[in-house]
């Protein structure tokens, strides 16, 4: 056994130290897509985030509320990329940006690489979209991961947290690339694009466009916000330097053009076809009636999908890698079956690295700009927020949380409000190195496994999370109905009842990915 374990290790480092570059830098690695509340199938409003990173902490962590004493102030951090060999596998280490005053209460979150969802219902997803090189500060001290924190802990709907956001960044200074944030609270949705003021200049540049309560919306690390209308403050919000830094670097000339925040401040992004390909597909398998050109630049901000959105939709879609379309990237591999036709060859794997794309001459590699499915091998972890105003927060706050690849895992549901998670969940697997100890290798070797035959291995994964999810999905209403019954009598039974079925969930979850990965390990055993 301690054999098998050795090699399953090496396997997983493999695949992930598979790419050199900084996938956080290049700036190609996360999906978020936004969901109105008349346009999902039970009311809640959606957001959600894939993080696709080569070094973000495995992680999730239940962060208390507290109150603070006058006076006190809070230390700030911006990750950074350990230096080589400081741990077992590459991840980020965490420098003090400086103290800013502490506010008197802060709210209870839940802490993942970028803090998701807190106790009252405000929710964040999401992308990098990095934006002009020129636009990034080096002074300041609020980075993506510290701003998602600050807003959870101190706001509870969506335009008070895009409110503290631009009001934080202002005074204190915004040290990072250009960011999409899709910040949703118990009635609507909202993506806030963040970029930096330039080289040596504290605060930053923002605007924040609403989706419409019928639609959905996605960012694919390309800016999607373009004309702002600032005079709607039912839709738009904006920084109060958001047309003239434009102006004082020549990109927009007000006397000529239409502002378009996209093209004033990330133009590139929107030529990545990585990005622009996922846009498209999200739209696609949402709202297919409008048979939008998957070749298109621009996309809508928003669009009504062709019917409501259930839980199960957002799960196909993060899973989702062109299958059945002229983007697969397995196209090329195909194999002679008995009767003498051309068929897919079982090794091909949808989650290709760029040098083997190269190799296939599929493409391109997704960090060239060339194809990027939406479900991606280096993935980290992905969440679904659900806000929902019909129940009380207690019940409503609700994270979907899924570890590795979405496609080859299951999303276990999360409240806001429990106390606390397995000991499994809350270690991060970058720190251990491989171990049982940490979840996330349990769905990351599983993960890595199933690549290496992927047209033989997929129907054992089918087989373990297609029942599983379908019975977490048509298990909450009982469960949140005995909650709510608890909850009329006794606060802290029904938060202790949400806190034992989210740990339960949990580990039948984590259970199955270690039983699966065994069994495919040893039903291909000499098949590789």
């Not at 709907?157 to 204190?172: C, M, Q, S, V």
């Not at 999607?224 to 005079?231: C, G, H, S, V």
């Not at 608890?486 to 740990?503: G, H, S, V």
Request: hydrophobic share 35%; glycine share 6%; proline share 4%.
């Amino acid at each position: 056994m301690k054999k098998i374990y050795t090699l399953l290790l090496c396997l997983s480092v493999v695949t992930l130290w598979g790419q050199e570059f900084d996938y956080e830098i290049d700036g190609m690695e996360c999906t978020t897509i936004t969901v109105g509340k008349k346009a999902s199938a039970d009311g809640s409003v959606m957001t959600s985030h894939t993080d696709d990173s080569g070094r973000s902490r495995t992680n999730i962590m239940v962060e208390p509320a507290a109150d603070h004493a006058p006076g006190e102030m809070v230390t700030l951090y911006k990750r950074k990329a350990c230096p080589s060999g400081t741990a077992p596998m590459p991840s980020y280490c965490y420098e003090e940006t400086g103290k800013i005053p502490q506010v008197a209460h802060t709210y209870q979150y839940l802490n993942t690489a970028y803090p998701c969802m807190n106790e009252h219902q405000l929710a964040i997803g999401e992308s990098t979209f990095g934006g002009r090189s020129e636009l990034k500060s080096d002074v300041g001290m609020i980075d993506c991961q510290m701003l998602c924190a600050l807003m959870l802990q101190r706001c509870t709907t969506a335009r008070d947290a895009i409110r503290t956001a631009g009001a934080l960044l202002k005074e204190y200074g915004w040290i990072d690339g250009g960011e999409c944030l899709t910040i949703a609270d118990k009635n609507e949705v909202w993506h806030l694009e963040i970029v930096g003021p330039g080289k040596g200049k504290m605060g930053a540049v923002w605007a924040a466009q609403r989706v419409p309560d019928d639609h959905v919306g996605v960012n694919a690390n390309a800016s999607t916000i373009r004309e702002i209308n600032l005079k709607d403050k039912d839709y738009f919000m904006a920084s109060d330097n958001v047309y003239s830094v434009a102006e004082e670097n020549g990109w927009y000339d007000k006397k000529e053009e239409t502002f378009r925040f996209a093209y004033a401040y990330a133009p590139d992004s929107r030529q990545h076809m990585a990005c622009r390909r996922r846009e498209w597909r999200v739209f696609d398998l949402l709202a297919p009636s409008l048979k939008l050109d998957p070749n298109m630049e621009n996309y809508p901000f928003s669009v009504k999908p062709d019917s409501l959105v259930k839980l199960s939709d957002m799960v196909r879609v993060f899973q989702d890698y062109y299958e059945g379309t002229e983007y697969d990237m397995r196209k090329n591999l195909t194999v002679t079956d008995k009767e003498g036709k051309s068929v897919m060859s079982p090794l091909a794997n949808p989650f290709m690295k760029s040098d083997e794309l190269k190799l296939h001459k599929i493409n391109g590699g997704w960090h060239e700009h060339g194809e990027r499915n939406i479900a991606v091998w280096f993935t980290v972890y992905a969440t679904i927020l659900q806000c929902r105003a019909d129940l009380p927060d207690e019940v409503g706050a609700l994270c979907w949380f899924c570890l590795d690849n979405v496609a080859s895992s299951v999303y276990v549901p999360i409240y806001a409000n429990c106390t606390d998670l397995p000991d499994e969940y809350e270690t991060c697997g970058r720190e251990t190195g491989f171990s049982r100890d940490a979840a996330w290798w349990g769905f990351n070797r599983l993960g890595t496994l199933a690549c290496q035959r992927w047209g033989d291995m997929r129907k054992y994964i089918n087989a373990a999370w297609q029942p599983m999810q379908k019975e977490f999905f048509d298990n909450q209403a009982a469960t949140e109905q005995q909650a709510l019954q608890l909850l009329e009598k006794d606060r802290a039974a029904a938060i202790r009842f949400l806190t034992q079925y989210t740990n339960n969930q949990c580990k039948t979850a984590l259970d199955k990915a270690w039983e699966t990965g065994d069994l495919i390990w040893t039903k291909f055993d000499g098949a590789w």
